[in-house]
């Protein structure tokens, strides 16, 4: 790296232009403090160009398409219906084309400057820059913040790199139907994709080293997933540990594992990997900007986001937030408040998780899981999504929802829904939540029929069962 390079002084410098970056970027900016933001490559981060927005983009085509399975269901007679994924492909391409047009507007708007280039640390607070287009660039900034993000974790197993397996990336640019698709990993992302290849027409099959599929949710929550996976024709191996894998996703691949009746061959055209996440720290130079890492590599942070750095700040999934855009985006609002005097900490954040199956699962609070970890007493409340009539008006009565409530008071400690509108049906009780309301006071509200959110009358007009027991410490 050149020590002669003129260096750029900023107010405000990001590295990376994720959700907390950009918005954190756009604020400043337009408060009259000179930023920049440098971006490796995706406009507006992982979220609007390969990740949440194009799955639920791709996700919503592949429910469009399970509705002309069942078209005369509804009264709607199809002489035939077949899956594009070039038409797949367009529409998402164009919408991805539409949100990264938003991003340069609202730069131009907002002042701050966009660098498309790779950054490296030089030294405290400064970057040298390789320009995207050519050139390089010395920038310093006089607070720094480190929007970094992730990428998709590939396991140490033997012949897998070799195989050019999918992450959620290639599969989402994908203009041609697996004929058998092999998924890696039972989370939430796997599962969605998953299911929506399933229904766009291609064999799935779906192999998990733990006991069940959504290892962070409740038994009856995954085995009401698994149920759903079956009845849609979706293979699933749990408890099966992979041992090598053969051939080349695309053309053919054999998956060697050892399941419950021992070593199992799954034979596929297509493998899909979705076990994890990594964090994009490595041959940065943190260590030049003294910024600590964990031994995983991820960026250490306090409850403030402050790195072990002076004036630098890590924010999203590098910094260790839980790995969703919400949560980035109230990371940049900690951040923000910081520097607007505030005082505000990621502490006891009340973080909604969402899993975009049809049906969807949402979830905000402790799980029964959770509290029994803890030794929290619990009572609980449950209704299947079929005593919902809105359910019935869309032919979709799967699923069923459930409220944790305090033993010793009326304070909601969770909720849990598996169903249709189940995210929507989630933010009433999270704002409840958030309010420190009882759930004995949304008992006593009118809502709407017929709508998702008035299952809550009749999931609340019930008796809570009586406490649980919380588990042993």
């Not at 191996?237 to 050892?258: F, M, Q």
Request: with cysteine.
């Amino acid at each position: 790296m050149s020590t002669t390079q003129n260096t750029e002084d900023y107010d405000i410098l990001v590295i990376g232009s994720g959700e907390a970056g950009k918005y954190l970027a756009w604020t400043m900016a337009s408060e009259r403090h000179r930023s920049a933001v440098v971006e490796r490559k995706l406009i507006g981060g992982s979220c609007p160009n390969i990740a949440c927005l194009p799955s639920k983009n791709v996700i919503h085509s592949a429910k469009v398409r399970s509705f002309t399975r069942h078209a005369a269901e509804f009264g709607v007679e199809l002489e035939s219906a077949t899956t594009s994924m070039k038409g797949v492909q367009a529409r998402k391409r164009a919408m991805v084309e539409g949100l990264r047009r938003m991003h340069l507007d609202r730069y131009r708007a907002s002042g701050a400057e966009l660098v498309m280039g790779e950054a490296r640390f030089d030294g405290e607070r400064t970057i040298d820059v390789e320009l995207t287009d050519g050139g390089r660039r010395r920038m310093r900034g006089e607070r720094v913040f480190l929007d970094l993000g992730t990428y998709a974790t590939l396991p140490d197993v033997p012949g897998l790199a070799s195989a050019r397996p999918m992450t959620h990336v290639e599969l989402l640019d994908l203009d041609r139907l697996p004929e058998h698709l092999i998924v890696i990993g039972g989370g939430y992302v796997g599962l969605e994709l998953a299911q929506a290849m399933r229904r766009f027409g291609a064999r799935v099959t779906v192999i998990e080293y733990a006991s069940q599929l959504a290892g962070r949710e409740d038994a009856d929550v995954s085995a009401a997933i698994h149920e759903l996976f079956r009845d849609e024709g979706i293979t699933v191996h749990l408890r099966t540990r992979i041992r090598r894998v053969e051939g080349e996703s695309g053309r053919a691949v054999r998956v060697v594992a050892d399941g419950p009746d021992g070593e199992c061959v799954i034979e596929g055209s297509d493998l899909l990997v979705s076990v994890g996440r990594t964090p994009y720290t490595g041959g940065m130079g943190l260590e030049r900007a003294k910024v600590k890492l964990t031994d995983t590599g991820y960026i250490v942070v306090d409850e403030h986001l402050a790195t072990t750095a002076p004036d630098v700040w890590a924010m999203g999934e590098c910094a260790g937030s839980p790995q969703f855009t919400h949560v980035a985006f109230d990371d940049f609002r900690v951040v923000l408040d910081q520097l607007h005097g505030g005082s505000s900490t990621t502490t006891g954040r009340l973080v909604p998780y969402c899993l975009y199956t049809d049906p969807e699962l949402a979830r905000v609070g402790l799980n029964e899981t959770e509290a029994r970890r803890r030794g929290i007493g619990y009572r609980l409340l449950t209704l299947p999504m079929a005593a919902v009539l809105r359910t019935r008006t869309l032919s979709e009565p799967r699923g069923f929802m459930k409220m944790l409530i305090a033993e010793d008071s009326d304070q909601i400690l969770g909720f849990a829904a598996f169903g249709a509108e189940a995210a929507e049906l989630m933010a009433a009780v999270q704002t409840a939540v958030i309010g420190s309301i009882p759930y004995t006071a949304l008992r006593s509200a009118i809502y709407a029929h017929p709508t998702t959110a008035e299952g809550l009358t009749f999931l609340l007009r019930q008796q809570p069962e009586p406490a649980h027991e919380p588990a042993p410490a």
